[in-house]
């Protein structure tokens, strides 16, 4: 006879099996010391990053089978909190937003998941992932032991969570979904903060796991991330790194194989050599898990880019291109690497590492229990190759690299010995063409008429825009007397405007005067240039523009946006200072307004075939133009190198912001061995950072696709055009 407790165990048991089809042993992911353990089993894994909104849900299938044959066991991606939530309460799941679906897949392709849900995730991508709404919450503060802000988080990670459970995606319900993260590198803001940073930690640490996924959460780069949380390394190496309690196991959230690149930057690539050193590094330092930050980075599409001024690709040199096309040999160089990481899995996860100095840059990591045995033998030296002896044989080791061993003899793999020729990628032309461009005039002449927003003083950009759109006008109006000396042959006056970011174009009376611009890193800046001003009221008007919300920075939801200072120079009177007069304010452009993007919406304004528009107004025109679908099937992209700055949409879609600004850098030659910086591998100086613009093939139909092109500068659409990506 059963005894009562027992036959309860067994009900309980089978229930479970009932209600999530696998049994408890089966479906559990928990860990030790030394790794991730899976039903039963330390794992050593590879992830690889591929952010779902970066690419289309036609791409995926592809992307993550070619991550699966690239070696790798699972697919992280960060969860984007203001693309699903635009507004409050209103959710947003569909197309490139599809967070289910896209788990779906990698589940059908047979890899595991890390769900980084944040929510505040980085990323290079706009506001760092948190709607602009939140901001606007009464008595908040991001990212601190604030009660609004708790409340909203907790909202956000339980919805997700709850969707995941629903759809049975955990791994402890039988899903793909094997490791969760909350927050996102927190512990420098943390500091920052002292004792409220501490109580913001352990309580989005209770929130969490209170959520019961049945699966480990990590933190990233969070030095106190209280138990049973794990703190993780982000970094190009992280082989140093040690998790804060000795049952905790070492993982590698983001090893970057690359860097992400800004408007006016040069490209960052980072040799796979290297890129396989940092990795070998940390397996024979006793890593059991690592992640490629990115794996395929993918396109920052509409207005999702961070910044300001982070590009619309977010290519990162990753072993998957912007377009999907696998870039070699970063690709099948880490895909050998992977295999011999694996030939060693056995020992790895049995054994802690014995290290022994071959020669003073020289060493050998053994891993060895019982039958299985694995050597890493190592070169630090950053020029030199060496020969080492181990266990009586020699071995040849190029500078800076590891030799891995599976079985303690045979070198199997080294890191600097490439053995993939570099794929050469190429734009092709297209049989596509542009049939008859038209234009419209943006109005830069009738702007206050309009206006319902106007108030004494100058106001901070996103307070007004909400960020609906990339572009604010603030419109007002400066008396200058007959007497002034300027207007009879004097000194002209210069008008002086001072921006908190990230660009103004200057008008007054209806002229262009002049652009001005930040930086990512220096995001204010201050325009003067000379004015024809005349007798009586003279109008000015600045389109001040937000190209990205800063996604990273203590406490960067504070920042501000827009133009906070402006003042005529040189009157007979010295200066007249604008800044406190009475503004008016037009959130976006009328083009946007009146939809003129919309391939569907019958537009309301009378196009003017190209060849007959006057050119009085080469800045703020919007451009149209349609064509058909180029033939084949290979990644296209537009070819915007004729424009100046702007943004460009394609049947409705937003393909996202272009600017030709040229790349300031220092594009020496690149040696792989050696600490890695960005800095040291730079590419593409004194050519514009992004000319070319991922167009998804599934935005396209046959014929009739309608391009429309906002462009700021005076750039010549004549010369786009639809090119074909190929590699070989
Ligand atoms: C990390 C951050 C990522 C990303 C990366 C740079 O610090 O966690 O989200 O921003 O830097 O690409």
């Not at 197309?95 to 059908?108: A, C, E, M, P, S």
């Not at 330092?285 to 690709?313: L, Q």
């Amino acid at each position: 006879m059963e005894t009562n407790s027992v036959s309860k165990l067994r009900f309980l048991f089978f229930m479970c099996v009932l209600f999530v089809g696998c049994d408890l042993i089966q479906c559990s992911v928990t860990y030790d010391k030394k790794a991730i353990v899976i039903n039963g089993q330390r794992r050593i894994l590879i992830s690889g990053s591929i952010h779902y909104p970066r690419s289309t849900p036609e791409m995926w299938e592809d992307l993550i089978t070619k991550a699966k044959n690239g070696g790798l066991d699972v697919i992280d991606t960060y969860v984007f909190w203001n693309v699903h939530e635009p507004s409050p309460g209103n959710y947003n799941f569909e197309g490139r937003y599809d967070l289910v679906r896209f788990i779906k897949t990698v589940q059908k392709v047979g890899l595991y998941v890390h769900l980084r849900i944040g929510p505040y995730v980085c990323a290079e991508w706009n506001f760092g992932g948190f709607p602009v709404w939140l901001k606007y919450v009464p008595g908040i503060s991001f990212r601190t032991d604030n009660g609004p802000f708790k409340v909203k988080m907790h909202r956000f990670t339980e919805k997700i969570v709850q969707m995941m459970k629903n759809e049975k995606l955990f791994q402890s319900q039988g899903g793909p979904i094997i490791l969760s993260q909350i927050e996102n590198e927190y512990g420098a803001q943390s500091k920052s903060l002292g004792a409220a940073g501490h109580s913001y930690v352990n309580w989005a640490a209770r929130m969490a796991v209170g959520l019961a996924t049945g699966v480990p959460w990590v933190m990233c780069k969070e030095d106190d991330a209280p138990d049973p949380i794990i703190n993780t390394c982000n970094g190009f190496y992280c082989d140093y790194f040690t998790p804060n309690k000795p049952y905790k196991p070492k993982l590698w959230t983001e090893s970057w194989s690359g860097w992400f690149t800004e408007f006016g930057g040069p490209i960052y690539q980072r040799p796979v050599e290297d890129l396989a050193f940092g990795v070998a590094r940390f397996i024979q330092s006793g890593g059991s898990y690592f992640n490629y930050y990115m794996y395929h980075g993918g396109t920052n599409f509409g207005r999702s880019a961070g910044g300001p001024f982070i590009t619309t690709s977010y290519d990162y040199d990753a072993p998957i291109d912007e377009y999907g096309l696998i870039r070699e040999p970063k690709y099948s160089h880490l895909k050998d690497l992977h295999e011999a990481i694996k030939q060693c899995e056995a020992a790895l996860v049995s054994s802690d590492p014995v290290v022994k100095p071959l020669g003073t840059y020289e060493q050998a990591h053994v891993f060895s229990s019982g039958r299985t045995c694995a050597a890493f033998l190592s070169n630090y030296h950053s020029n030199s190759a060496a020969r080492v002896t181990f266990n009586g044989r020699h071995y040849d080791l190029p500078a800076w690299s590891i030799s891995i061993l599976p079985d303690c003899k045979t070198d199997v793999f080294n890191t600097a010995r490439v053995r993939t020729k570099p794929s050469a990628a190429q734009m092709l032309p297209s049989n596509s063409k542009f049939l008859s461009w038209e234009t419209y005039d943006e109005d830069v002449n009738s702007l206050e008429e309009s206006s319902r927003i106007s108030g004494s003083g100058l106001k901070e950009q996103i307070s007004v825009t909400r960020d609906t759109s990339d572009y604010l006008w603030y419109i007002t109006s400066v008396d200058i007397s007959s007497s002034e000396s300027s207007l009879r042959g004097g000194h002209k006056p210069s008008i002086n405007v001072h921006s908190e970011g990230d660009a103004v174009h200057v008008f007054v009376n209806g002229q262009f005067v002049g652009s001005a611009f930040g930086t990512m890193e220096r995001r204010s800046f201050t325009f003067n240039g000379p004015v024809n001003l005349h007798a009586g009221t003279n109008k000015i008007a600045l389109l001040s523009i937000a190209a990205g919300l800063p996604n990273v920075g203590f406490r960067y939801e504070t920042w501000k946006t827009g133009i906070s200072g402006v003042s005529i120079q040189g009157l007979d009177h010295g200066q007249k200072d604008l800044t406190w007069q009475r503004w008016s304010y037009q959130v976006g452009l009328k083009g946007e307004a009146m939809n003129l993007v919309s391939p569907i919406k019958v537009s309301s304004v009378d196009w003017v075939r190209e060849s007959l528009a006057t050119q009085n107004q080469p800045q703020l025109k919007w451009h149209k133009a349609y064509f058909n679908a180029p033939d084949g099937n290979e990644p296209l992209a537009l070819d915007l190198g004729s424009m100046g700055k702007g943004q460009v949409w394609i049947n409705g879609q937003s393909i996202g912001r272009y600017w030709m600004v040229y790349a300031k850098g220092q594009c020496n030659s690149c040696n792989y061995a050696g600490t890695y910086r960005p800095a040291k591998c730079q590419l593409g100086c004194e050519q514009p950072t992004q000319r070319w613009y991922h167009v998804p093939r599934s935005w396209l139909k046959p014929t009739k696709n309608l391009i429309v092109v906002f462009e700021e500068l005076g750039g010549n659409p004549w010369k786009i055009s639809l090119v074909k990506r190929t590699i070989h």
